[in-house]
């Protein structure tokens, strides 16, 4: 369930209401008891856990210097971009 941030437009005080997204809006200040706006908020920051995220899509990979892929074939393995020329 979200996070609802109001503010009274007598008293200008601001709150907020933790309620379902189906659940009608506040309408009274709980302070004064005047009408409150509904404030656009910037929701909530984006949480990345578990194995990575960066580990697994965006980490730059080492890339095996030529020749060591251990074949010994003139012209490197073939099968490898470490191919010499």
């Not at 008293?11 to 309408?27: S, W």
């Amino acid at each position: 369930m979200p996070t609802y941030e109001y503010e009274c437009q007598k008293c200008k005080v601001k709150f907020e209401k933790f309620q379902n997204m189906k659940d009608a809006p506040v309408e009274k200040c709980p302070d004064c008891g005047g009408k409150v706006d509904r404030l656009i908020g910037g929701g909530s920051g984006i949480l990345f856990k578990g194995s990575g995220f960066y580990q697994t899509d965006y980490k730059n990979k080492t890339t095996p210097k030529p020749g060591s892929c251990g074949k010994d074939k003139p012209g490197g393995c073939g099968s490898c971009p470490h191919s010499k020329d």
